[in-house]
């Protein structure tokens, strides 16, 4: 029997997964998966409480999360594309277009 814990602890390994390639990678599309990879821990960590509990608003929760990471991920690639233009690049080191 899958119980709650279980989906607790995926959830962790998930955004653990997430924010080491946050931190540790300089490849802006993967860092934008990353992201995507905590807001799913947290739909996930969502879900499952709204199941233990047996109540709703966890998973009305992870549809508003859903909703702001695909608004995430739209404007997040429109601004890589318009950097990849200018720069010729993908890595978050040589983007140095807010300096002065």
Not at 3 to 19: K, M
Not at 68 to 77: D, N, P, R, T, Y
């Amino acid at each position: 029997m899958i119980t709650s814990t279980h989906y607790l602890v995926l959830g962790a390994i998930l955004a653990l997964i997430g924010t080491v390639g946050v931190l540790t990678r300089r490849n802006v599309v993967v860092i934008l998966m990353s992201i995507e990879l905590i807001l799913n821990a947290a739909n996930l960590n969502l879900v499952a409480f709204a199941r233990e509990l047996n109540q709703i608003q966890g998973q009305v929760f992870a549809v508003f999360i859903i909703a702001i990471a695909v608004a995430e991920a739209s404007v997040g690639l429109g601004i890589l594309i318009a950097l990849f233009r200018n720069k010729e690049t993908v890595d978050a080191g040589e983007i140095d277009l807010l300096k002065w």
